[in-house]
């Protein structure tokens, strides 16, 4: 069954393509292809960073106000250190289980080879892309 409805859209598909006419595109056609084309590559891509400036710059004085009142402030009994539980940080399993793993000098040199691999790499891909933008 499924052999002869294929068969039959076979045989209407041939007829169809048969019977219809050849189209021939306009005398204008390449034209407007190409002026088309050329509209498309006309639109530029804008760079638009995520964090604007104004944020950068809340971001730096918020920080800096943090440091600052930090170093001020001599007094260890501050507000902000009472409110302040750093027991979890020295208080968890996970301190003991890492503590018996030592790292050897490879792994030491793989680590700072595939740091510096990188940070190459994000700036070569930083350059690549600040080429590719066009503002």
Sequence with gaps: MEQHTE???????KKVIKDAPIEKPTLEFTSNVMDSIEMNSQKKIV???????IGWFAIITILSGISIYMMISNNEN???????????????????ILSGI?????????????GIAWL???SVLKNYFNNRLQY
């Design 47 to 53: 760079y638009k960073p995520l964090i604007s400036k």
């Design 120 to 122: 190459i790499q994000v």
């Design 102 to 114: 030592k790292f050897t000098k490879i792994f030491g040199y793989a680590v700072c080879f595939f």
């Design 7 to 13: 068969q039959h859209f076979d045989d209407l598909i």
């Design 78 to 96: 501050s507000l902000v250190l009472d409110a302040l539980d750093f027991s979890i940080v020295s208080n968890n399993g996970l301190v003991e």
